[in-house]
C-alpha cells in the first residue's frame, strides 16, 4: 500500500509548489492526477518517486519511508529517454546485469519485448524507431524489473491521438497481466477515465487534492460509452469550477461518478 501523508513542497526560491497532499492508494490500482498546468503534478510524482523530497509530510510504501529512488517503483517519463548508443533490447536490458545473471536477464528482456510488440525491432536503434515504438521501449523498460509501482508522468503526450490511444490500450492489457499500482499524471481527461480506478484533481499554486472521483465501471471502457462521456462532463466541470469554490477541504470533496 503506497500513502502520501501531508506532503507539501516549497522550493529553495521559496516557491510552494504542494500543500498538505493526503492520498491512499491501494495495491493494484489505477489513480490518475489530473489538473492545470503550475499546480504540482509532477512535482508530486517525484516526491513518489524518490527523485525529490517533501519539505514536510512523508511517502511510504508498506509502512518503508521513501527517501531516494525505490526498486520498486519505475517511472516513465513524457520522453522516451532512451540512450541512442544502445539498442532497444540493450535498452531494456540496461541495469538489470547489475543484480541479475545473464541469462535470466535476456530472457526478461525477451518476454518484455514480446509483450509490447517489438521482438523484430529488439536490435533497432532508437534513431530507427517511431514516437510510439520508442515509448513502447521506455514500457518495457519500466516494467521488466517487476516493479509494485510505475509512476507515468504524460507519458503519451507528445504522440498522435490514434498512436496515444493505442498505447492507452497496450498498458492497460500489460496491466492486466502483473496488475501493479499505476499513478499517472495526465491533462488527457479521456486517457484518466478509461484507464483509472480513480481520478484526483489537483488545483491551485501550491496544488491541493480538490476533488476525488471514484469510477465505477469495469474496464475495458469505450472512449465513445455513454458513461464515459457523462464523466467527462463532470471532471471538466470540476477542473473549471471557480476559485471561491476551489478551496473547498479536499474531505468533502470525493464524489462518485454514476
Not at 491501494?26 to 504540482?40: A, D, Q, R
Amino acid at each position: 500500500m503506497l500513502r502520501i501523508e501531508h506532503v507539501s513542497k516549497q522550493f529553495n526560491n521559496g516557491f510552494l509548489a504542494l500543500d498538505g497532499i493526503h492520498l491512499q492508494v491501494n495495491p493494484g490500482e489505477i489513480v490518475s492526477f489530473v489538473g492545470t498546468s503550475g499546480c504540482g503534478k509532477s512535482t508530486l510524482l517525484r516526491i513518489i518517486s524518490g527523485l525529490e523530497s517533501p519539505t514536510s509530510g512523508q511517502v511510504l510504501i508498506d509502512d518503508e519511508l521513501i527517501r531516494s529512488p525505490h526498486p520498486n517503483i519505475g517511472i516513465i517519463f513524457q520522453e522516451p529517454r532512451l540512450m541512442p548508443w544502445l539498442t532497444v533490447q540493450q535498452n531494456v536490458q540496461f541495469g538489470l546485469e547489475a543484480w541479475l545473471p545473464k541469462p535470466t536477464c535476456s530472457s526478461l528482456v525477451q518476454r518484455m519485448l514480446d509483450r509490447v510488440g517489438l521482438t523484430e525491432f529488439a536490435q533497432a536503434l532508437p534513431r530507427q524507431l517511431s514516437g510510439g515504438m520508442a515509448q513502447r521501449v521506455a514500457i518495457a523498460r519500466a516494467l521488466v524489473t517487476k516493479p509494485s509501482i510505475l509512476l507515468l508522468d504524460e507519458p503519451f503526450s507528445a504522440l498522435d491521438a490514434f498512436i496515444r490511444m493505442k498505447l492507452q490500450d497496450h498498458l492497460l492489457h500489460i496491466w492486466t497481466d502483473d496488475r501493479p499500482t499505476l499513478l499517472l499524471v495526465t491533462h488527457d481527461v479521456e486517457e484518466a477515465l478509461v484507464l483509472s480506478d480513480r481520478v484526483i484533481v489537483l488545483r491551485g499554486s501550491p496544488g491541493r487534492v480538490y476533488r476525488e472521483f471514484v469510477l465505477d465501471l469495469p474496464r475495458p471502457r469505450k472512449r465513445t460509452d455513454l458513461q464515459v462521456q457523462r464523466w467527462k462532463e463532470q471532471l471538466l466541470s470540476a477542473l473549471d469550477l471557480s476559485s471561491d469554490q476551489s478551496e473547498l477541504p479536499a474531505e468533502h470533496a470525493i464524489a462518485e461518478l454514476h
